[in-house]
């Protein structure tokens, strides 16, 4: 594959529209035509997988971004062809466990029954989002808080009930070109998560991005952006 003319799909996470990877498309467009997937329709993993491969080049680079990691994930299960190389960024393969399942199942019930008092990320959920030295960044911080109210208490309540499936075979299986990447800091799918996925497949290449949380493209996007670089020639 050439890399000057390859097809690159971008996933972001949740509450995550195409502001996340502007940086990323900016720097990237003398490699490759990038396409953000949209994860907002569909109220299950695979209804979501679909509409993504439907708007799809033929083939093409596949980034996922924490849920996008998922949605990755699903779209390796059915369309495995489709993929010419693939990265996982702050994401996980293991399945939800029915405490964490209990919980997302609460917060969507909350953001739909009274829509008014959702504002996207509050505080708490910044903290645990980005990393403590990134909390005063306060260009940082209304970057998030718009794109997260943007998108609304519908799109995270739709998106809070996805399955979170176990990606272990779909990983194993794989033999083309892996970047995993993660923020040193990250509390939401900390370097060990990660670090699992790479030991899954030996050519795998791992990034470890210090200073940084969950939002690595937000947070370090010059790192995310060269690790990228880097991939898609490999």
């Known amino acids: ?37 949209d994860l907002t329709q569909g109220e299950t993993l695979e209804a979501v997988a679909d509409a993504v491969l439907a708007a799809a080049p033929a083939t093409f680079a596949l980034a996922g971004f924490s849920l996008g990691g998922y949605v990755a994930q699903q779209i390796l299960r059915v369309a495995p062809e489709r993929v010419e190389r693939l990265a996982l960024l702050d994401t996980s393969i293991r399945a939800d466990t029915p405490e964490r399942l209990a919980q997302r199942q609460a917060l969507a019930h909350s953001a739909r029954t009274t829509p008014g008092l959702f504002h996207g990320f509050g505080e708490k959920l910044m903290h645990s989002y980005v990393a403590p ?51 040193a800091d990250d509390a939401i799918t900390p370097p060990a998560l990660l670090a699992e996925i790479a030991a899954l497949v030996p050519e795998s290449r791992l990034v470890e991005i210090p200073d940084c949380g969950h939002l690595s493209p937000l947070e370090q996007p010059r790192a995310v952006t060269d690790a990228l670089r880097e991939w898609l020639v490999e």
Not at 13 to 22: F, K, R, V
Not at 167 to 174: I, S, Y
């Open 133 to 183: 030295s990134r909390l005063h960044d306060h260009a940082l911080l209304d970057q998030v808080r718009a794109m997260t109210t943007r998108l609304g208490a519908e799109v995270f309540a739709r998106q809070s009930l996805l399955a979170r499936l176990d990606g272990h075979d779909v990983l194993l299986n794989w033999r083309k070109p892996l970047l995993v990447l993660c923020g």
């Open 1 to 37: 594959m050439s890399a000057a003319s390859s097809d690159l799909l971008l996933l972001p996470g949740l509450l995550n529209d195409a502001a996340l990877w502007t940086a990323q498309i900016d720097a990237l467009s003398d490699q490759a035509r990038c396409q953000v997937g």
